[in-house]
């Protein structure tokens, strides 16, 4: 089949289908090795129309490949695959759902959405939290900054010569947002406002360095969460964890383009590489913003990458699952970065915050 006949069976695009086959999910049965015209077999219309699926629902390339591979050894992996991602879109829109509601009661909207869309308790919940912040064994100071208390979780992650002064300022920029407002839109405008002036306190005490960002504001009923770099946090829910942050990397724009697999994103080079930090250097990054209910038995992990970065997350969820308090919690995931016997030993500055709803 010519590559025109092909995009109309698969409702795929000629444009589409060169990209497809530039990351190697759609290689054409045959390429002209004179006019480089692609030709393909009919028996891949269907791996075509699967990967139109997908990207319909709007599932990233990379992990389209993931299904794609798995489509034709094991179907039910494949579909589980599918499923588990969905089930992080709509976890995803029930956040950006609390909000819309919110924005629509600050409006003076009709209050039938407030009504079906918020959760109300009897009385709000409250989080038990430890915070812990280490140098590691190779870095000679700290430059990490870690914050623990019944309304803020925050880690930051300096960087350059005076990096601790950077993560220094950043915290004491979001501590000055408390007490918070409760309503989600204006908390989420607070949290945005605070990380603007982060940024210039950050510019102000250390110029020339900078921090990553990632802070969580508890209301008694929902966590109201602002990420800037490559700190990450979770939620670990009924036994199971889930990534609440996106990196702000150029190796994981790269995953997400399809270039790099999340394994050689793990060991590549520039995987420290920022897109967007608090430097003060002006144009002040926008920060990711989330919602996120909170329930009894929630547990939140906020850490910088001297965690994430050397310990696989199949191992944070292990310790955050064992059942022991914060405090130890995040003495043993410490431990693990720290741990010289698996070949880790602490290379970066290491600190984490766990909370507990309560």
Same mark, same amino acid.
């Given at each position: 089949?010519?590559? &025109? ?22 290689? /054409? ?114 430059? +990490? ?26 915290? $004491? ?8 407002? +409760?309503?989600? &839109? ?7 406002? &605070?990380?603007?002036?982060? +940024? ?38 009924? &036994?199971?964890?889930?990534? %609440? ?16 697999? =999340? ?6 080079? *520039?995987? @420290?590489?920022?897109?967007? $930090? ?12 989330? %919602? ?12 910088? *990458? ?15 699952? $064992?059942?022991?308090? /914060? ?13 010289? @016997? +698996?070949?880790?030993?602490? =290379? ?6 766990? $909370?507990?709803?309560?």
């Amino acid at each position: 089949m010519t590559i &025109g006949e092909f995009a109309r069976a698969s409702r795929l695009s000629a444009k589409a289908l060169r990209r497809y086959d530039e990351l190697g999910l759609l290689t /054409p049965a045959r390429v002209d090795a004179y006019t480089g015209y692609r030709y393909y077999a009919g028996a891949q219309v269907e791996r075509a129309r699967l990967v139109a699926w997908l990207r319909r629902i709007g599932m990233p390339l990379v992990e389209v490949r993931d299904v794609c591979a798995l489509h034709g050894t094991d179907p039910g992996a494949a579909a589980r695959t599918v499923r588990a991602y969905w089930a992080r879109v709509e976890a995803e829109t029930a956040a950006r759902r609390d909000l819309a509601a919110s924005l629509v009661d600050r409006l003076g909207g009709p209050t039938d959405m407030t009504t079906t869309m918020t959760t109300t308790h009897a009385r709000p919940y409250g989080l038990r939290s430890a915070a812990l912040s280490e140098r590691g064994r190779v870095r000679e100071t700290n430059q +990490d900054r870690a914050h623990a208390g019944p309304r803020l979780l925050a880690v930051a992650d300096g960087y350059g010569a005076a990096g601790e002064r950077a993560a220094t300022a950043a915290l $004491a920029e979001i501590e000055a947002l408390l007490p918070a407002p +409760d309503r989600a &839109g204006d908390l989420l405008n607070a949290l945005e406002d &605070g990380v603007r002036r982060a +940024d210039a306190a950050v510019g102000a005490a250390a110029p020339g360095s900078g921090t990553t960002l990632t802070a969580g504001v508890w209301t008694g009923e929902r966590l109201a969460l602002a990420h800037v770099g490559d700190g990450r946090a979770y939620l670990l829910r009924g &036994g199971g964890l889930r990534r %609440l942050t996106r990196d702000h990397t150029v190796v994981q724009e790269r995953v997400e383009a399809g270039e790099l697999d =999340p394994a050689e994103a793990a060991a590549h080079p *520039d995987r @420290a590489l920022l897109l967007r $930090a608090l430097d003060g250097a002006g144009g002040s990054p926008v920060p990711d913003l989330g %919602l996120y209910e909170g329930r009894p038995g929630d547990r939140w992990l906020l850490c910088t *990458d001297g965690l994430s970065a050397v310990v696989p997350e199949a191992e944070l969820h292990g310790v955050l699952a $064992a059942g022991s308090g /914060p405090e130890d919690t995040v003495r043993a995931l410490a431990a693990l970065a720290l741990a010289e @016997a +698996d070949g880790r030993g602490g =290379p970066d500055n290491v600190s984490c915050v766990v $909370a507990d709803v309560v």
